[in-house]
């Protein structure tokens, strides 16, 4: 029975723990830049104990940022400071990983704290794309153009360069983000995507596309090295995407290469009402698509106690945990969890703070 600080190997990979830092967009990039913001808030986190360290939501385009202050892996002026954390996350035992992306109708918005409302063109703004114009909604009123297949083809381009891109950068662990109401997952859901050519329509038709981007990146990214995708496990909405689909969405991607499901779900509508927000929240579909998929999944949302993190892992629900609004409150998380789960002797702190203690 596997606990929460036993070691896991995936591919030629082996994490000290089952404990990973789920990407977090920090909206603080520079034309797509990370900063020394960025080498603090990951290499903390590696620094205080995390088995894997996944970097937040990286664009592949520039017109697929979110805000004007997304992290960016679309130019090679973007892998030398990429480089310098990954290296400072792996000198302290952590495994570095990212998640590319394309956000789609949801790009072009303002930062959270700015209002997160689309953008203007004259406030910087620029256009959007998906499968269909059919806006988001609410504050994201912006509608985007509908994709051409030249269009499809020059992002499943952008998503293949920018996983040539991580390797060059020192990435161990790739995410290809297919969630949360961004370009593949408004393919994939019948709420987002009105195509009647062969991207739209049927099941196949609508995942076509993260299949095919699937693919593109399989070719190019190191075969011992983890490739894994984030689905909206659900949109929460009916007539959308269901755990049903997403187990079956889960198995294509196994047969492509696809390694690991991080199961996440819904933010494809505005309407959030039906959501069950609360501990543990989105761990049944973690759990649902391991045993039906038979792939390797990470459980995300609501986890924030070492008992409640050690209990997914114990009992099968999940391969690893990710953890996000708790690690923003305390980067030694992993280190406390340790200590709470009588496993400190699997996890010291660096020598500079263990030798004053």
Not at 33 to 50: C, E, K, M, P
Not at 175 to 186: C, M, P, R, T, V
Not at 243 to 267: N, P, Q, R
Request: net charge negative; aromatic share 10%; glycine share 8%.
């Amino acid at each position: 029975m596997p606990h929460l600080f036993d070691t896991y190997q995936l591919k030629d990979v082996t994490l000290r723990n089952r404990i990973g830092v789920s990407p977090m967009c920090q909206y603080s990039s520079h034309d797509g830049v990370a900063t020394d913001w960025h080498l603090v808030h990951l290499g903390s986190r590696a620094v205080g104990g995390a088995g894997l360290i996944i970097a937040e939501a990286t664009a592949v385009e520039a017109r697929g940022r979110i805000s004007p202050g997304d992290a960016g892996i679309w130019a090679d002026k973007h892998i030398e400071p990429l480089q310098r954390i990954n290296q400072f996350i792996k000198a302290h035992g952590a495994v570095p990983g990212i998640q590319i992306a394309h956000a789609g109708r949801k790009a072009s918005s303002a930062r959270p704290w700015e209002g997160d409302h689309s953008l203007k063109d004259e406030e910087g703004g620029w256009e959007t794309i998906a499968p269909s114009p059919v806006a988001f909604g609410n504050k994201l009123w912006r509608v985007p153009k509908e994709m051409t297949k030249e269009d499809i083809q020059e992002v499943q381009n952008a998503f293949r360069a920018a996983a040539l891109r991580a390797l060059e950068a020192g990435y161990e662990w790739l995410e290809l983000h297919f969630a949360h109401g961004y370009l593949a997952h408004s393919f994939y859901s019948p709420l987002a995507n009105q195509r009647n050519d062969e991207y739209g329509g049927s099941f196949v038709n609508r995942i076509r596309f993260a299949i095919e981007t699937t693919q593109a990146v399989r070719e190019v990214w190191s075969e011992r090295l983890p490739l894994t995708a984030r689905l909206s496990c659900s949109d929460w909405v009916e007539g959308g995407w269901t755990i049903e689909d997403s187990v079956e969405l889960a198995k294509k991607l196994k047969a492509e290469g696809v390694d690991l499901i991080d199961c996440s779900s819904g933010f494809n509508s505005p309407n959030y009402k039906n959501y069950p927000f609360g501990a543990g929240w989105q761990v049944p579909f973690a759990e649902k698509i391991r045993h039906e998929a038979e792939i390797a999944t990470a459980a995300v949302g609501s986890i924030s106690s070492p008992m409640q993190a050690d209990e997914i892992i114990r009992n099968g629900r999940a391969d690893i945990v990710l953890i996000g609004r708790e690690m923003l409150r305390d980067p030694y998380w992993a280190y406390n969890a340790a200590q709470e789960l009588h496993q400190a002797e699997k996890l010291n702190l660096p020598i500079q703070y263990a030798s004053g203690l």
